[in-house]
């Protein structure tokens, strides 16, 4: 298995510009999830889907942040218009469910370093 | 709420050193618990879990005991290598019972462990 796919795995861009990440769950998982990770806040959930449908999105920061999951392959984070202070690592993790699995693990993606300057 | 807390770090042995991470939990229920490392550049992966009282969680010379009495889950590993200088993050995840927080993990602010040949 290829595990979780994140694209790009880094991005730098200037202040007002819109930023999409992408992410490819490991094929059969039933949950996606959207973390951001930075010194000072650690890591937090952003949002999270089951099935494609978002479930819990209290984490998002404040409106410039959207995330969707047209298909059970496919999700996307959005940031517009980005500011400096959304510079981050993101990463995408996803989750067998736990009725089918019998564990509730998270595998995570690999990360896009975001620089927003 | 659910809150995991772990030690304060940096965390700076010398090889063959043994290691202790401390990790205490807030949770309603029986929570199943975790250990997930982050090396450097990469995105966290799962080192070991526990899901009931009393069991233990090993991989990789690392163990974790649930320990309910105490809210305790404590990562252990006798004899550290400089290859397990990374981050160690604890959480827990509610499971099925969590309802609407099912599959979601909460983390701890990470311990940052440096091993020094």
């Known amino acids: 298995d290829a595990g979780v796919i994140q694209s790009p795995r880094h991005e730098v861009t200037e202040m007002g510009q819109e930023v999409t990440l992408r992410c490819k769950p490991i094929?059969?998982?039933?949950?996606l999830f959207w973390y951001r990770q930075t010194m000072m806040r650690g890591l937090e959930l952003l949002i999270y889907f089951n099935n494609n449908v978002p479930i819990d999105d209290s984490g998002m920061p404040e409106d410039r942040f959207s995330a969707k999951m047209p298909n059970a392959s496919f999700s996307t984070l959005k940031i517009q218009p980005s500011e400096p202070r959304d510079s981050a690592v993101y990463f995408c993790?996803?989750?067998?469910?736990?009725?089918?699995?019998?564990?509730?693990?998270?595998?995570f993606g690999p990360g896009t370093r975001l620089t927003v300057l | 709420g659910n809150s995991v807390t772990q030690m304060e770090g940096p965390v700076t042995l010398s090889e063959e050193a043994f290691l202790t991470i401390n990790c205490t939990y807030t949770?309603?229920?029986?929570?199943?618990l975790f250990w997930y490392v982050q090396y450097p550049g990469e995105g966290l992966q799962l080192l070991l879990k526990?899901?009931?009282?009393?069991d233990k969680g090993s991989n990789k010379g690392f163990e974790a005991t649930y320990r309910k009495e105490t809210t305790s889950f404590h990562l252990e590993k006798g004899s550290v290598q400089v290859s397990d200088s990374a981050v160690y993050f604890c959480a827990l995840s509610k499971g099925p019972a969590g309802g609407t927080s099912y599959g979601k993990l909460t983390f701890g602010q990470g311990t940052i462990l440096t091993v020094h040949p």
């Open positions: 949770a309603t229920g029986y929570p199943s």
């Open positions: 094929s059969g998982h039933d949950y």
């Open positions: 526990a899901t009931k009282a009393d």
């Open positions: 993790a996803s989750s067998p469910s736990i009725l089918a699995s019998g564990t509730d693990t998270q595998y």
